[in-house]
């Protein structure tokens, strides 16, 4: 994302993967890539957007889950090592 010259998909038209990957993508670049520091602010501010928009995404499916699972549904519970 950092270099492209297209202009990127709105947020809200992503799926999880596509946020998820474009999100995976910032952290590189921010990570890796000397940007001057407005480009660096623009790319903070779309990781944002896009961990608001992955756990929407995650909190709607597990709503799904929870809607057909219904009394089905265990608790996950973590194994103690």
């Not at 940007?35 to 944002?48: I, S, T």
């Amino acid at each position: 994302m950092a270099k492209t010259k297209n202009a990127p998909k709105p947020i809200e038209e992503l799926n999880y993967e596509e946020a998820l990957a474009e999100l995976e993508g910032i952290v590189e670049a921010l990570e890796n890539e000397q940007n001057p520091l407005e480009e660096a602010m623009k790319l903070y501010e779309r990781g944002q957007a896009l961990v608001g928009q992955c756990g929407a995404l995650l909190d709607a499916a597990q709503l799904k889950v929870r809607k057909l699972a219904g009394e089905l549904l265990v608790e996950f519970e973590e194994e103690s090592e």
